[in-house]
């Protein structure tokens, strides 16, 4: 570059090192250095217990009692043929396809209308009306025990929906408890995420013609598919792994779900803990399944709106 002068003036160069400003600059090397360490830790902290139950899923129960389990041999695979029949996993696995698939999508279409309602239009009690929704998952299911199981055993329904002629002992009645305990938590995130959908789209639409039933199903349900995934993931997960009210408001073998059919596993006087180990894996499997299916989806939702402004 010329001076005033015309002659040629020297920019000065920076004889620092750019890597070493890079590497300053975005915060690596020693400083996170720490933070790696305690992340390891704290996933093998996690994991132990998961690998632990593996590992003796594996192993006799009459060599793990003469041995004790911090021990290594005796592996078999009869622990998982003798869970799988007792358990009658074949079965209770086709229970809990019957109330989770239907639980989830009721789930998600109840609050994506509850969530289009409350970001979509201005109300009085706007706000209200997601506390009230969301306000159930405050509550834990222990306190409703009482009133639930007396409300469904008097409820009555029809033979072709419960045989047992009342909500208690059904399916359907396992459906709606999940429904009811999960639409809160979907409605909170939905309604969230289609409160950043431009309002221009909806304005577009109101010219175009469109009526709220076309901006609700045509519009918002298609921008709304990576929450949708995400949530999907979750209540799969969620509703499948209900214990609790199903052991409660199931009174048949015959209709209990898979986590509840663990229960076979345990013996009158001991239980073999290595054939329970195997049982749940063999029931842990379908979520992982599910989980790596729609990983990419689940990731994608839960990051939504991380690097706007």
Same mark, same amino acid.
């Given at each position: 570059?010329s001076?005033?002068?015309?002659?040629l =003036?020297?920019?000065?160069v920076a004889?620092? !090192?750019?890597?070493?400003?890079?590497?300053?600059?975005? /915060?690596?090397?020693?400083? +996170?250095?720490?933070?790696?360490?305690?992340?390891?830790?704290m996933?093998?902290?996690?994991f132990?217990?998961?690998?632990? =139950?593996?590992?003796?899923?594996?192993?006799?129960?009459?060599?793990?009692a003469?041995?004790?389990?911090?021990?290594? /041999?005796?592996?078999?695979?009869?622990?998982?043929?003798?869970?799988?029949?007792?358990?009658?996993?074949?079965?209770? $696995?086709?229970?809990?396809?019957?109330?989770?698939?239907?639980?989830?999508l009721?789930?998600?279409f109840? +609050?994506c209308?509850i969530?289009?309602?409350?970001?979509?239009?201005?109300?009085?009690?706007?706000?209200?009306?997601?506390?009230l929704?969301?306000?159930a !998952?405050?509550?834990?299911?222990q306190a409703?025990?009482?009133p639930?199981y007396?409300?469904?055993?008097?409820?009555?329904?029809?033979?072709?929906?419960s045989?047992?002629?009342?909500?208690?002992?059904?399916?359907l /009645?396992?459906?709606?408890?999940?429904v009811?305990?999960?639409t809160?938590?979907c409605? $909170?995130? #939905?309604? !969230?995420?289609?409160?950043?959908i431009?309002r221009?789209?909806?304005?577009?639409?109101v010219?175009?013609?469109?009526g709220?039933?076309r *901006? $609700?199903?045509?519009?918002?349900?298609p921008?709304c598919?990576?929450?949708? =995934?995400?949530?999907?993931?979750?209540?799969?997960?969620?509703?499948? !792994?209900?214990?609790?009210?199903?052991?409660?408001?199931?009174?048949?073998?015959?209709?209990?779900?898979?986590?509840?059919?663990?229960?076979n596993?345990?013996g009158?006087?001991f239980?073999?803990n290595?054939?329970?180990?195997?049982?749940s894996v063999l029931?842990?499997?379908?979520? #992982?399944?599910?989980?790596?299916? #729609? *990983?990419? *989806?689940?990731?994608?939702?839960?990051t939504l709106?991380?690097?706007?402004?």
């Amino acid at each position: 570059m010329s001076n005033v002068n015309g002659d040629l =003036a020297v920019v000065p160069v920076a004889t620092q !090192n750019p890597l070493k400003v890079s590497k300053t600059a975005t /915060g690596s090397g020693k400083a +996170s250095r720490p933070t790696q360490i305690f992340l390891v830790v704290m996933a093998l902290i996690w994991f132990f217990p998961v690998f632990y =139950a593996i590992l003796n899923s594996f192993r006799d129960y009459a060599y793990t009692a003469k041995h004790g389990y911090v021990s290594f /041999g005796g592996f078999t695979m009869e622990n998982y043929k003798n869970a799988w029949e007792q358990a009658n996993f074949a079965h209770t $696995f086709m229970n809990s396809v019957k109330i989770t698939v239907p639980a989830v999508l009721l789930t998600l279409f109840l +609050s994506c209308c509850i969530a289009f309602v409350v970001a979509r239009f201005s109300f009085k009690f706007n706000l209200a009306l997601l506390g009230l929704f969301t306000a159930a !998952n405050l509550l834990p299911p222990q306190a409703l025990l009482i009133p639930v199981y007396r409300m469904f055993r008097k409820i009555p329904m029809p033979e072709f929906l419960s045989s047992s002629g009342t909500l208690l002992n059904s399916h359907l /009645g396992l459906i709606l408890v999940n429904v009811a305990f999960q639409t809160g938590f979907c409605s $909170f995130v #939905l309604s !969230n995420y289609m409160k950043t959908i431009p309002r221009e789209l909806y304005e577009s639409a109101v010219v175009d013609g469109a009526g709220v039933l076309r *901006q $609700f199903f045509q519009l918002t349900l298609p921008l709304c598919r990576p929450p949708l =995934a995400a949530l999907a993931t979750l209540e799969v997960t969620w509703i499948y !792994n209900e214990f609790f009210w199903a052991t409660v408001l199931l009174q048949q073998g015959d209709k209990f779900p898979v986590t509840s059919s663990l229960n076979n596993l345990r013996g009158q006087f001991f239980t073999d803990n290595n054939l329970v180990a195997a049982g749940s894996v063999l029931v842990a499997l379908p979520t #992982l399944i599910i989980f790596f299916l #729609l *990983q990419k *989806q689940f990731v994608s939702g839960l990051t939504l709106g991380a690097t706007k402004g």
